[in-house]
């Protein structure tokens, strides 16, 4: 069946693949309640089970004749304490607990923690998390093989469990030998986003995008408080930011999550770079047919906020109602985006346009569109530059982008409001306004008697280089 599945939103919505929806079929169920970007956890699962999810995407892409991104996200080092050699303890608070080297199993006094380099950056008075935050421990000495500790926060612990360090830079890079295999896999299978995690500094974009080469586009999950403090330089270098809310709560008071979203989301938006609202969006889900009112004002608040893109992990992944979410979450966005007060959000808040003609022209794009009561904007781009732009201007009709490159189209599945259509670039004026009219028309966004704003590039085909504004009238 060939639909064009016009979204009646901007915010766009990502959902997490795995054993509850991993069936074609249950993958296209997932699209059309909604879905605009498919997210492959490296955490879990085999390349050859990633594989045949990129199969059956792919797949449903060319049924449907719509651009559909696939993001990779890497599972970057993950930091575990070692075994217990009689099953699990419990810290008690005000004693004292022992971490080092030493791979013997541990007891209720010591445990080995087998990751030098965390040792070596420690120093006394750090803190150590253990078990996603639930157990607290303060350094009290420390050398280049061991911490000693005191329990702050006490409770059970068990093999394995995770250990967040949330004061101290780490010297460690996001990318691992797993990671750097998976994500060999993700580029030989033409994913279109690399999610990296564990990201700390500028250089760690650096490094991913030597290896990465142009081949995909590269997001910054910030789960890190070092991340936030070079905000700004981690935000230039990548090219979408995913705002990880579980791990950054972990590590950081949950009283200054909400407030670092919002500052996280206005930076995004200042830059136009695209930003996704991740972590136990609407978590009840999992195991209940309807999320919590709570949930439902989450989510609704990061739409308020202008994020691009809301994200589902385990409760499409492996709930039991991986659907009705996708659809839960279309209805909130939707609901949300319909109410006068979004609009007048967005509105509040523009970026300056720097002095450039590509920012000129697609500011001024925004206003024309208001002012002639526009159907649709429409972009023709090459690299995306001109359609980013776009988005981040917010304007209140939709963003009809027009490219002749399939990744370009892909990764743009991302964007705020933005339609990506695969077509041959254009090569005079005349074809730019027909062109133009008789594709909004057959994808549903403008009627006989709408007019349209477009936006291009002369030399036509030029890479960056927007300095056309036309308006089209559509006509029979």
């Avoid at 950081?252 to 991740?278: F, H, N, S, W, Y």
């Avoid at 994020?307 to 909130?332: C, F, H, K, N």
């Avoid at 002369?458 to 927007?466: D, I, K, L, N, R």
Wanted: glycine share 6%.
């Amino acid at each position: 069946m060939v639909g064009r599945m016009r979204r009646q939103r901007s915010t766009k919505i990502v959902a997490t693949l795995g054993p509850a929806s991993s069936s074609p079929e249950r993958i296209e169920a997932l699209f059309r309640a909604g879905v605009d970007v498919f997210r492959l956890n490296f955490s879990h699962g085999t390349h050859d089970d990633h594989r045949a999810r990129i199969e059956a995407i792919r797949r449903l892409e060319q049924r449907v004749r719509r651009p559909i991104a696939i993001l990779a996200d890497l599972q970057g080092p993950k930091l575990r304490v070692g075994t217990f050699a009689g099953g699990p303890i419990k810290l008690v608070p005000g004693a004292a607990f022992r971490l080092d080297l030493d791979k013997a199993p541990g007891s209720a006094a010591r445990v080995n923690l087998p990751h030098p380099e965390i040792f070596r950056a420690l120093r006394p008075d750090s803190f150590l998390l253990l078990d996603d935050g639930k157990l607290r421990l303060r350094v009290r000495d420390c050398g280049a093989d061991f911490a000693a500790c005191e329990v702050v926060t006490g409770g059970p612990l068990s093999d394995r469990k995770g250990v967040n360090v949330p004061d101290v830079v780490l010297p460690l890079s996001p990318l691992t030998d797993k990671d750097r295999r998976d994500l060999a896999f993700a580029l030989d299978h033409d994913c279109d986003w690399v999610a990296l995690s564990f990201v700390q500094r500028p250089d760690d974009i650096a490094d991913a995008r030597r290896l990465i080469a142009g081949r995909a586009a590269v997001m910054a999950k910030l789960e890190k408080p070092a991340a936030i403090e070079r905000l700004d330089e981690i935000v230039d270098l990548c090219d979408a930011i995913m705002v990880a809310r579980g791990d950054l709560g972990v590590e950081m008071p949950p009283e200054d999550v909400p407030i670092l979203q919002k500052r996280i989301l206005r930076t995004c938006r200042r830059t136009g770079k695209p930003v996704v609202v991740a972590t136990q969006m609407l978590e009840s889900m999992i195991h209940a047919p309807t999320p919590t009112r709570a949930e439902a004002s989450d989510v609704a608040t990061a739409v308020f906020d202008g994020a691009d893109a809301v994200m589902l992990s385990a409760e499409t992944a492996s709930g039991d109602y991986p659907v009705d979410a996708v659809a839960i979450m279309e209805r909130i966005v939707a609901r949300v985006e319909h109410d006068p007060l979004y609009r007048r959000i967005m509105d509040a808040e523009h970026a300056d346009p720097e002095a450039t003609a590509a920012d000129a022209i697609t500011a001024a794009a925004r206003q024309v569109a208001r002012t002639v009561r526009a159907a649709a904007i429409v972009t023709f781009t090459t690299s995306g530059s001109t359609t980013l732009r776009a988005a981040r201007e917010r304007p209140d009709v939709p963003i009809l982008c027009l490219t002749e490159k399939l990744a370009t189209a892909r990764r743009l599945s991302l964007c705020w409001g933005v339609h990506p259509v695969l077509t041959e670039d254009v090569h005079d004026f005349q074809e730019l306004a027909s062109k133009s009219v008789a594709i909004a028309r057959r994808e549903e966004f403008a009627k006989q008697g709408d007019r349209l704003v477009i936006t291009a590039g002369v030399p036509f085909g030029t890479p960056g280089a927007t300095n056309v504004l036309r308006i089209a009238w559509v006509g029979d």
